[in-house]
């Protein structure tokens, strides 16, 4: 899964995954709609209450894309799927969510044979106000400091990672500000995810145009999945034109 990412990040210039919540009631119609739209799924959500084994067959069933895991916790792991952001929370307050959750859940994952993709979480403002800020206990980044984002970029890349999500949270109020974007990619080897709050293919084509490799949207999916065609002919149209 991460080649077929990198691929799609080589010859399109970015990459739209579509989040669904599997605690999302209506996660087959959502499938259904994004199914032609997105590259790939990615599946999770910070309060895990489901029965994940089933709705991650479904999806896959429905879809045919790959999946990818995006735990909340230990207990977010699933062998339907194709793969998992193996994820360290880099600025939590708390060692369980950037080293004891992701240490809990290794061997799991090594036996059921999911593919790990090493990522590494940021939380930006207003990251404290979401859901993830709140369970993870993100000693959020401020917005007005994008430095300070690529600077965790930049020591996620030292460690060995090669993805780095810049997280505004699920539902945030404003997406993280496109100088963080860019100043991550600036100073950092390493392929950039961005998501939370985005919900506007304007907003998707800027953040692409100043360097995110990968856009996600779960809101906007769950509350409108007719909208991602129109992102996705953003995303692709600003990835082209960033490879020119
Ligand atoms: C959350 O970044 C994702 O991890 C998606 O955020 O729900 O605001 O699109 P939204």
């Known amino acids: 899964v991460e080649s077929y990412m990198n691929d799609i990040i080589a010859k399109e210039g970015a990459a739209y995954a579509v989040l669904i919540d599997p605690d999302e009631k209506n996660y087959a119609e959502i499938a259904e709609?994004?199914?032609?739209?997105a590259d790939v799924i990615i599946i999770g959500g910070s309060i895990g209450i489901c029965d994940l084994d089933k709705i991650t067959k479904d999806i896959k069933e429905i879809t045919n894309l790959p999946t990818i895991l995006f735990p909340g916790n230990v207990d977010g792991i699933t062998k339907e799927a194709d793969a998992l952001f193996y994820m360290t929370l880099m600025n939590s307050k708390n060692?369980?969510?950037t080293i004891t959750a992701p240490t809990l859940g290794c061997i799991k994952i090594k036996k059921e044979g999911i593919e790990p993709i090493p990522m590494a979480y940021i939380g930006i403002e207003p990251i404290q106000n979401t859901a993830?800020?709140?369970v993870g206990e993100v000693n959020a980044i401020p917005s007005a400091k994008p430095e300070i984002a690529a600077m965790?970029?930049?020591s996620a890349s030292y460690f060995g990672m090669r993805w780095a999500y810049l997280e505004a949270g699920s539902g945030a109020k404003f997406p993280v500000s496109s100088k963080a974007i860019a100043t991550a990619k600036h100073l950092a080897d390493i392929n950039v995810i961005v998501g939370g709050g985005i919900r506007d293919p304007e907003t998707a084509f800027?953040?692409?145009?100043?360097?995110?490799?990968v856009i996600v949207t779960g809101t906007l999916t769950e509350q409108n999945p007719d909208a991602v065609k129109e992102m996705r002919n953003a995303i692709k149209k600003a990835g082209l034109k960033k490879l020119e």
Do not use: I, N, P, R
Request: proline share 0%; aromatic share 28%.
């Open 33 to 37: 709609k994004v199914k032609d739209y």
């Open 95 to 97: 060692t369980y969510w």
């Open 132 to 134: 993830v800020g709140y």
């Open 152 to 154: 965790y970029c930049l």
């Open 206 to 213: 800027e953040k692409v145009m100043y360097g995110a490799d």
